[in-house]
């Protein structure tokens, strides 16, 4: 099996977006922890956020984005007030004047929302309520089986899983993506092994090796929308 240990975010100024993350979350910042900047904390599945040296400038939509809950029509105001001063902006993809969520991007453009209150995925968790991803059915089963997480949404073709405690975040997969979205992911899930053979059974599930095959502490794989991740063997 694998656990989750991190998101890792591509940036221009990593500890910049570091410490937004982690203000944003009410995390802890941590400069250069190995290497990188971290934001972490919580007490769900995803604890840490970590953030690296750009390789290029983001171009379209992430794969993947956070989607933040709220307890109250006054919480998601001041939410969205809080980040805003933290330098978050407002963002148009769409959603017209009507919309009870909130589309923001961070300070280099990463897409978010503040979700309306009551929502009936993600209201009895904190604020980090969902990940919320474009994917396609396969894409939503591959991961329940790489990390034990059930399948607690499973129509047409969007999916979505959670824990199996039934608490903390869910991961959402929307549909089949959007075919113009094809640039190097800026935003790529790292894992853990906990058990020998990890790798070929992520490969069995429907992974695909994009590293040179050669071993090593990390094995970069594809999931079946050609997402990359990471795992860490030990």
């Known amino acids: 099996m694998a656990r989750l240990r991190s998101l890792v975010f591509e940036a221009a100024d990593p500890a910049g977006l570091a410490r937004f993350w982690a203000d944003a979350l009410e995390w802890s910042f941590l400069e250069h922890e190995g290497g990188r900047s971290v934001a972490a904390g919580g007490d769900g599945e995803l604890r840490r956020l970590e953030f690296v040296g750009s390789s ?7 794969w993947t984005h956070f989607d933040l809950a709220t307890r109250s029509l006054e919480h998601q105001q001041a939410t969205v007030a809080r980040l805003v001063g933290l330098g978050a902006r407002h963002l148009d993809i769409g959603q017209g004047p009507d919309a009870a969520h909130v589309v923001l991007a961070d300070p280099e453009d990463n897409e978010f929302c503040v979700l309306e209150p009551g929502n009936r995925f993600v209201d009895d968790g904190g604020l980090l309520g969902s990940l919320s991803s ?19 949404w499973d129509q047409d073709d969007e999916t979505a899983i959670r824990p199996a405690s039934g608490t903390g975040l869910f991961i959402t997969f929307g549909g089949t993506p959007d075919p113009s979205r094809r640039e190097s992911n800026r935003l ?4 853990v092994a906990t058990a020998d053979g990890e790798v070929d059974r992520l490969v069995a599930l429907g992974a695909t090796r994009i590293d040179d095959g050669q071993g090593g502490d990390v094995v970069h794989l594809s999931d079946p929308d050609g997402n990359a991740f990471r795992i860490l063997v030990e």
């Open 56 to 62: 290029g400038a983001k171009t379209s939509a992430n």
């Open 134 to 152: 474009d994917g396609s059915r396969a894409a939503g089963v591959f991961w329940s089986e790489v990390l034990g997480w059930p399948l607690v």
């Open 188 to 191: 790529v899930l790292e894992l």
